[in-house]
């Protein structure tokens, strides 16, 4: 059984990434990029769908068996566990009866292979090890042919290979790898599993420590470009430096989250496959990035949502492939049981084919803040953002599925008649200000027509309050982006009203809701958690209201979300006081980011202005 999401840290190396639990279990890893298939699942089944544990022998004895549904997979107390400074270097530190022993886990920055590194050092006294290595390729279901080699194991099985470099004796087991060795005062061993291509035969031997020191310096030297100051600093760059390791380089796609399936519900059915790209993270992405000083990641990530939107204009999708594949077909592993019993497991996500016209917004939203960066001094990609906004002046007025990406019937959802006004308000914006072409007339005209329209259908005055759509009285947590956008200012009554109804309606324990699930027919049986985003949605909204105080104390309790490293998932569980959902999650990282710069500079800014450090 896997452990709580909160036990569980990143390590990553541009390409994918591996999540390694408090137990010293990697439970979590896709190989050879974030969205192929896994090699390591447990956090989706039990330790048989894949996993390798290195810990002490005694933290092992120690901790009780664990029934399914029982959640008490924690290690022992005395373990610790920090990131090495500003980098994605991992220390999990033990106190056992005998002596003090300390893992380094990381995956040194992509070059040729890829590589999983593990060095024990024991600090003090001396330390029983035990080391259990599972691998199952294609999400648990692909046992490999496992074979000793000098110095370690090879492991092929169809077109993956991989090799382990280690001086500890290794033996098979019931279909594992094991290992028992002792460590002294001073002793460092290495353990080193590379991946390869299985036709390319085994890479060339490294050193652990090479990669551990180029690994610090990469990792190091990255942060230090960082500009972000003050009160929340350290809590902003660890959220950019998860952001950076979510990113695809190759093409600067940042996936939503490294895993799929993790649940919105424990035992529900609420469980996606996030390790795609989004649109709608488009202005989230460049506005953190380049306020944290990241010019040519925001860059990255502009020119691969160009590449992506390129296209037919009505064929825009909400989510793409890392390298901005559109095909991402949905299917089930049955043979997974999925985290804590939370099944189906999912692969490829059918929200993909669905309409959702506030994308549309985002994605012009985004160009226009980076036009404003001076990101590129002539816009050569005008001609593809007329033609979008082309199409969006003729399908504007149908009903979608919304950002929530509802699978209930489409309806006329406020906040995507925001984004398109968004869309054509950008639009004029790049004409008036920038000197580009186009017919800004008509664009004002659609614009104020949408705007108007909002206000008369979209706002309930016996609520005194903006509703989640034209036939509802329901409120949503996106109406809270109204004065983000510039819809309105935060100041108008309305967005009061706004904020003081869903603070009313759709909170629990004081953190927002995204909407009531039940009344708003999403077309899904079963609840969820908290959406964290949605609360940092309002910390903004308070603060472009005036309400300051409330809007740093919201902040820094959602900072008291994070787990003991500073990671987020996607959901929190307000009951029972645990994350929920996949993790980490770039759109929970992203508002942190946003929010927390806007509080420092005590200045609200609209989504399309860059976000000045003092």
């Not at 460590?183 to 490294?206: C, I, K, M, Q």
């Not at 649940?263 to 790209?277: A, F, L, M, S, T």
């Not at 409330?550 to 006081?577: C, T």
Request: aromatic fraction near 8%; include cysteine; charged fraction near 25%.
């Amino acid at each position: 059984m896997s452990s709580p999401i909160e036990d569980y840290a990143l390590i990553g190396d541009l390409h994918t990434g591996a999540l390694v639990g408090r137990d010293g279990s990697i439970d979590w890893l896709c190989l050879p990029n974030f969205d192929s298939p896994a090699c390591f699942a447990a956090l989706l089944d039990t330790a048989k769908a894949g996993r390798w544990l290195l810990a002490p022998t005694s933290s092992l004895a120690a901790r009780p068996l664990a029934e399914p549904g029982d959640n008490a997979m924690s290690v022992d107390k005395s373990t610790h566990r920090r990131y090495h400074g500003d980098t994605l270097v991992l220390e999990t530190e033990w106190h056992t009866p005998t002596g003090r022993v300390k893992v380094t886990d990381f995956m040194p920055p992509r070059t040729a292979a890829v590589d999983v590194v593990r060095i024990v050092e024991c600090l003090s006294g001396s330390v029983e090890m035990h080391t259990e290595l599972v691998l199952r390729f294609d999400y648990g279901r692909v046992v490999p042919w496992v074979r000793a080699k000098s110095g370690g194991l090879e492991a092929i099985a169809g077109p993956d290979a991989v090799w382990v470099r280690t001086p500890v004796q290794l033996h098979g087991a019931e279909r594992k790898t094991v290992a028992t060795f002792t460590v002294h005062a001073g002793d460092r061993v290495p353990f080193v599993l590379t991946w390869a291509p299985s036709h390319r035969g085994a890479p060339a031997r490294v050193d652990a420590d090479d990669l551990l020191a180029h690994t610090v310096d990469y990792w190091q030297a990255w942060s230090n470009r960082c500009k972000v100051p003050g009160r929340w600093r350290t809590a902003i760059r660890r959220s950019v430096l998860t952001l950076k390791a979510l990113t695809y380089q190759p093409t600067g796609g940042i996936v939503a989250a490294l895993t799929t399936s993790l649940p919105e519900q424990i035992g529900g059915p609420r469980n996606w496959d996030y390790r795609y790209c989004w649109l709608r993270d488009a202005t989230y992405t460049l506005q953190a990035m380049l306020a944290a000083g990241y010019v040519e990641e925001a860059k990255a990530w502009r020119d691969w949502l160009l590449r992506a939107v390129a296209g037919d204009p009505s064929q825009l999708q909400i989510m793409y492939g890392l390298d901005g594949t559109r095909r991402l077909p949905e299917y089930e592993l049955p043979w997974l049981a999925g985290y804590e019993g939370s099944a189906p497991v999912r692969v490829g996500n059918a929200a993909a084919d669905q309409l959702q016209l506030d994308v549309w917004g985002e994605v012009l939203d985004g160009l226009s803040l980076a036009r404003q960066a001076g990101l590129s001094h002539r816009d050569e990609a005008w001609d593809l953002q007329v033609a979008l906004l082309d199409h969006l002046e003729g399908a504007w007025t149908q009903p979608d599925n919304g950002l929530w990406e509802m699978r209930g019937p489409r309806r006329h959802f406020v906040h995507s008649k925001v984004m398109a006004w968004v869309a054509f308000d950008r639009m004029v914006r790049g004409v008036r200000e920038s000197g580009l072409p186009g017919d800004v007339d008509r664009w004002e005209a659609i614009r104020d027509q949408i705007h108007a329209e909002v206000n008369e259908k979209g706002f309930n005055a016996e609520k005194n309050s903006f509703v989640q759509s034209y036939d509802t009285d329901e409120l949503d947590a996106s109406l809270l982006i109204i004065p983000r956008v510039g819809f309105l200012s935060g100041s108008d009554p309305r967005v009061r009203g706004t904020i003081d109804a869903i603070q009313r309606e759709i909170t629990q324990d004081g953190l927002v809701m995204r909407y009531r699930p039940g009344p708003s027919d999403d077309g899904l049986p079963g609840g969820e958690g908290i959406f964290v985003a949605c609360s940092f949605w309002m910390v903004d909204a308070l603060h472009a209201a005036g309400r300051e105080s409330e809007a740093v104390e919201l902040f820094e309790r959602l900072l008291g979300l994070r787990n003991d490293v500073g990671l987020l998932s996607e959901e929190w569980d307000p009951v029972a006081k645990r994350q929920l959902g996949n993790t980490p999650q770039a759109f929970s990282h992203f508002p942190l980011v946003v929010s927390g710069l806007q509080l420092q500079t005590r200045k609200p800014r609209r989504s399309d202005q860059m976000l000045h450090q003092a």
